[in-house]
């Protein structure tokens, strides 16, 4: 089994990401690559509601009522941390067994991390969610997870030495990592990491790139099956409520 914990598609709304003949960003196009590559389900955001802020809260809304009917669609709800709005909007969407947790984008919803952090990370360990992060600052955020231990925070796209140093000094073990987009395209990130942090802080994820791609550079790494099968869907498995 295998499940992409770290995904998007286009909803059909003002801000979709262009689909073009080289990068499809249909739902029904990862759902059928889905099928081909034998991934059960992704975890997804709409690519409007992270690459503007403009509106997060009608795209959570709207992917919020896809997941309830589509089996194999789970949600990250998108925080907009200036949006207050937004913080209700999560709480309440957490309650769904389809909820996995809370997605920021600082880079591309355009704040500063460090002036927003305390902020968002008090309110995670509150409602003692999972955060996907896309990476910013990542050295600066463990001493975050260490104040809020009951959050768990996600630094998407290993690739870094940066990432691998943020887990091993969280002192309450609540920061992890995930597979997706380009940088497990370097020939030894995976195996490194993996000697260093161990198989059950990464998950695995497409981010929408070719799930061959993803999959075939965990099938071939150097690393332990039991290693793979945690990346692929045991740790997914054991933190989210994913059947
Ligand atoms: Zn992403």
């Given at each position: 089994m295998i499940i992409d914990l770290h995904s998007h598609f286009n909803g059909?709304?003002?801000?979709?990401?262009p689909d073009t003949n080289f990068h499809k960003k249909s739902l029904d196009f990862i759902l059928k690559e889905y099928d081909y590559c034998g991934i059960k389900c992704g975890g997804f955001t709409y690519f409007s509601a992270v690459h503007t802020n403009e509106s997060v809260f009608e795209d959570n809304l709207l992917l919020f009522n896809q997941a309830k009917t589509n089996d194999r669609v789970y949600q990250w709800v998108v925080l907009d941390?200036?949006?207050?709005?937004t913080f209700i909007q999560v709480e309440e969407m957490?309650?769904?067994?389809k909820t996995l947790g809370i997605k920021i984008h600082s880079p591309l919803h355009k704040y500063d991390i460090d002036s927003y952090a305390d902020k968002i990370f008090s309110f995670a360990n509150d409602v003692k969610a999972f955060v996907l992060m896309h990476p910013d600052n990542i050295d600066g955020m463990v001493k975050y997870a260490n104040k809020y231990k009951d959050m768990k925070l996600i630094i998407a796209?290993?690739?870094?030495?940066a990432h691998i140093n943020a887990i091993k000094n969280a002192k309450h073990g609540n920061i992890f990592t995930d597979t997706s987009a380009?940088?497990?395209?370097?020939?030894?990130g995976l195996e490194y990491a993996v000697s260093k942090?161990?198989?059950?802080?990464i998950f695995f994820g497409t981010?929408?790139?070719a799930c061959g791609y993803q999959i075939g550079r965990i099938t071939y790494a150097r690393i332990s099956n039991e290693d793979k099968e945690n990346i692929f869907y045991k740790n997914a498995v054991s933190h989210f409520n994913i059947k």
């Open positions: 059909g709304t003002k801000g979709d990401s941390p200036t949006c207050d709005k957490l309650k769904s067994p796209h290993l690739g870094s030495e380009g940088g497990m395209v370097s020939n030894n942090i161990g198989s059950e802080k981010d929408t790139y």
